[in-house]
């Protein structure tokens, strides 16, 4: 019976009490025993826990039982209420776009003691452009610090509500969760079917994970029909047919029901071993009385790019096979292979931002045990060439000399910045040195202001919001949308050692800051550089010149130390033969750059 069913998540800011409200649902209405409970209960990786922050959406299944006036209404003595807790960081907003499609509502949740942040706008026009219910409530009202008049306005100025509208709740005591309860099955509706019943049965597929003994297992939205262990199965644009070894339900575990109906939300076993068969917006079908495939996700685009490779060439296969793995887990980062004759055979992968590549890259050394080199996170550029054809270039390294192009282009974002007006002028100076185009701005209650800009990617991934925490004293918080392709005033810079080009450490960066960069670097690898048996010259070279320039000594050895007594002519014959030789060496010889010298440069390159 769906009439008793609502599904719905939690959106929220990063720190804005979500997770902790999460678990106090799960206690209220004993889905997790007591004995069992913990803090972030729905955080299942360690991951998440040390850093405080949810990176994998997690779905669980609560039994509420309604109070009396609800239960004439409904019908029915308890009601299935379907929670998929989100992510709230901005890098992880292509999971929370997935929970969105998967359910009817969602509870906007603010910081009485914050207020509406760059984040909250984010993902409540997500919601809006899904159409979905929206229960607005307020987070840490218990607090000393809570502004609870003055968010409230905020917030019903924001989604033009009635302030008596807004909720309070709070995740630490306990504090207005009944009341929350209740107005997610007033507002938000039961889900509905498309088809009849006996029609067939489908499911949106958001998310899924792989086990070596079950193989593939898919989360999925039951939008029509039921769904019955051992039902023959097929997935709608992969094609790859199933049996359902096992349906059951999440209580946050995975718990066997047998079956799963239109509206409820739970996951198959597909048994299939082959990682790369499902996809995450593909549906699961009857394979004997097939439907049309539900319009699934779009695809998520890469914001960074980094290449990763194994500090052994003989695991190569075995990083293959965690990032095939991880994908199923994650399939918001994307992978190539690719070589390099320094580093040997890697992969490039694209993230959806700074920490979603911290978060992989950590995962994979973790939950696999891989020692990895990566180097410089980069951006995409669209180059024009002479002959007027245009190119994708997401590596330096493969990016044209000065002079060899027509133009090049670079992606743009948007982002909306919201802090208070004391650090309004610090911020416009840091927008500024960032290259960025300031817009439209707008007052909130509380003495803060919501300001929108323009500003090259490249520019928003080096160090930008570490520095404007950093001048706000961490009250600005950010959001930003990918946006068009620009002009670029962009080069590349390239080390050379001992004349010779290093593509490992090629970078590209604004023609304004070309000699900056450049002094940064070769004065690094002259510190972590070991010394040769000759003088060694370390160049940034860029614009067609040298622009930077540093020189390693060469390794001494004192060759007439053995010497003791006669003529001093014999000191100066083998000074002056070691003088020769290590002028022959420094002409013919050849620098071998050690393993470490690669892994030290990089992680100083602001990863």
């Avoid at 913990?38 to 779905?59: A, S, Y």
């Amino acid at each position: 019976m769906q009439s008793n069913i609502r599904n719905f998540t939690i959106i929220a800011h990063v720190d804005h009490g979500k997770s902790t409200l999460a678990d106090r649902l799960l206690e209220y209405t004993q889905t997790v025993e007591k004995r069992k409970m913990r803090e972030q209960v729905l955080d299942q990786m360690d991951l998440e826990r040390e850093r405080g922050i949810t990176i994998k959406m997690q779905p669980v299944r609560m039994r509420y039982q309604l109070p009396e006036k609800e239960r004439e209404v409904i019908g029915t003595n308890f009601a299935v209420l379907n929670l998929i807790d989100t992510p709230g960081h901005i890098d992880f907003s292509y999971e929370v776009s997935r929970a969105l499609k998967a359910v009817e509502g969602a509870v906007l949740l603010v910081d009485a003691t914050q207020g509406v942040q760059a984040q909250t706008l984010s993902v409540l026009s997500m919601a809006r452009e899904l159409n979905l219910a929206i229960i607005p409530a307020l987070s840490k009202v218990d607090m000393v610090s809570a502004r609870i008049p003055e968010v409230k306005a905020e917030l019903a100025r924001l989604l033009d509500v009635s302030p008596e509208t807004i909720l309070e709740v709070s995740g630490k005591t306990g504090q207005g969760v009944p009341e929350l309860l209740s107005a997610v099955m007033e507002r938000i509706p039961p889900p509905r079917a498309e088809y009849p019943a006996g029609a067939g049965s489908r499911a949106l597929v958001f998310d899924f994970e792989y086990s070596a003994h079950r193989g593939v297992i898919v989360y999925v939205r039951v939008v029509d029909g039921t769904i019955h262990t051992n039902d023959l199965l097929a997935f709608s644009v992969a094609g790859g047919r199933f049996s359902a070894l096992e349906v059951g339900t999440f209580a946050p575990e995975k718990k066997i029901a047998g079956e799963l109906s239109a509206g409820e939300i739970g996951y198959i076993v597909t048994g299939i071993k082959e990682a790369r068969v499902a996809s995450v917006g593909d549906t699961v079908i009857n394979a004997n009385v097939p439907l049309p495939a539900i319009i699934g996700y779009r695809s998520p685009a890469p914001v960074v790019w980094a290449s990763v490779y194994p500090e052994s060439q003989d695991v190569f296969d075995e990083l293959r096979r965690a990032l095939e793995r991880l994908s199923l887990s994650d399939s918001s980062f994307s992978f190539e292979e690719e070589s390099s004759g320094t580093l040997g055979r890697g992969f490039r992968i694209g993230f959806l931002g700074m920490l979603h590549l911290e978060i992989i890259l950590e995962r994979l050394k973790r939950e696999f045990g891989l020692a990895l080199v990566v180097t410089s996170p980069t951006i995409t550029y669209k180059v024009t060439h002479l002959s007027g054809s245009e190119e994708i270039v997401y590596s330096p390294s493969r990016f044209p000399d000065h002079g060899a192009y027509q133009a090049v282009a670079e992606p743009w974002v948007s982002v909306t910045i919201i802090t208070p007006v004391a650090h309004l002028g610090a911020i416009l100076k840091l927008l500024y040195e960032h290259e960025a185009e300031v817009g439209a701005s707008e007052t909130f209650a509380g003495e803060r202001v919501s300001l929108v800009a323009d500003m090259p990617l490249r520019e928003l991934m080096r160090n930008f919001f570490d520095e404007l925490k950093s001048i706000s004293s961490g009250f600005a918080s950010l959001s930003y949308a990918l946006g068009e392709f620009k002009p670029a005033d962009v080069v590349r810079l390239d080390i050379l050692v001992a004349d010779e080009p290093v593509p490992a450490f090629a970078k590209v960066v604004s023609k304004r800051r070309v000699e900056k960069e450049a002094r940064a670097a070769v004065e690094r690898l002259k510190k972590i550089m070991p010394r040769q048996l000759f003088v060694v010259k370390v160049q940034g070279k860029a614009l067609g010149r040298i622009v930077a320039s540093e020189t390693i000594p060469a390794l001494r050895k004192d060759v007439t130390g053995y010497l003791y007594g006669g003529d001093v002519t014999r000191k100066k014959k083998l000074l002056e033969k070691q003088k020769k030789g290590k002028k022959r060496l420094k002409a013919r010889g050849t620098v071998e750059i050690p393993e470490e010298v690669f892994v030290k440069m990089l992680r100083g390159s602001g990863q």
